[in-house]
């Protein structure tokens, strides 16, 4: 049993509003843990936005979260060779917009009673009698700091996450690529073998990158083609328009364009 501590402002400050921090924010406050869920505005994560049906089950993700329902993907290997592997009756993956489904995450986490602050993290320091004390950067840049203190901190930041930074230092870097990705009006009537709607691309090839891979995922009336990379110099830009080109996507439409570690 988790018990409230009265000296702390919450039980627990989660950095990060993305579905990892969200998420967490909803169970701790569905449990009655006082919860605080602190996140930058405006922020969207270049991301294939897929999501197998066992976890649109597992943390109860309505259907109206899902774009596109995708039974199928294509994988090309570094020699060109292509396989296709069917999902069968045992589920589907469910396409969601990031851009759509982070803020309905925080606000599901609002919902069940966690505390909402647009702010940006800025320090943490332990205090004597082992709670925490959180700074924070309010969007607002002429206002003053902000200070929490709570039993614990969650730091879901992402890979390149500023909580980590200050408990281990900079030098406890765990490996990340840098992704990039382009959102583009979906082709009607296309070449099937160039684009499905249906399918999602996963393309192993040093061209599109490197070390890592480069994909296609459709998501109803629009498409995420990115590609990430470990590597610092490689130009995400131009592998992601070698693959619009490749599947029949270079004449779409863009919509935004979004990159991160």
């Known amino acids: 049993m988790f018990h409230s501590q ?19 924010a909803r169970k701790l406050a569905e449990a009655g843990i006082s919860t605080l869920l602190v996140d930058r505005d405006g922020r969207i994560k270049p991301c294939g936005g897929a999501v197998p049906s066992i976890a649109m089950a597992e ?23 292509q396989v296709s592997m069917e999902i069968g009756d045992i589920g589907y ?19 069940a009673g966690a505390a909402r602050i647009t702010a940006t993290f800025r320090d943490l320091a332990e205090n004597a009698d ?10 607002n840049k002429e206002d003053a700091p902000i200070t929490r203190t709570a039993r614990l901190v969650i730091g879901a930041d992402g890979a390149n996450s500023a909580v980590r930074r ?47 891979y480069g ?17 610092k110099g490689f130009d995400l830009k131009q592998a992601t328009r070698e693959l619009r080109r490749r599947f029949g996507l270079a004449d779409a439409e863009t919509v935004r364009e979004e990159g991160a570690p």
């Open 93 to 111: 993956v469910g396409m969601v917009d990031r851009d759509l489904f982070d803020p309905w995450l925080r606000d599901e986490a609002a919902a």
């Open 6 to 24: 009265a000296n702390c402002d919450h039980d627990v400050i989660v950095i990060g509003g993305g579905p990892c921090g969200a998420i967490a």
């Open 215 to 231: 994909w296609v995922f459709p998501h109803g009336e629009n498409t995420s083609v990115g590609v990430g990379s470990a590597n």
């Open 59 to 81: 943390f109860a993700l309505p259907a109206a979260q899902i774009k596109a329902r995708v039974k199928g993907a294509r994988m090309t290997a570094p020699s060109g060779n």
């Open 166 to 212: 200050q408990v281990f230092g900079a030098s406890a870097r765990p490996p990340y690529v840098f992704a990039y990705h382009e959102i583009v009006r979906s082709p009607v009537g296309a070449d099937p073998d160039q684009f499905d709607p249906h399918r999602c691309e996963v393309i192993y090839d040093g061209e599109i990158s490197p070390d890592f």
């Open 130 to 139: 082992g709670t925490l004390t959180v700074t924070l950067d309010p969007k």
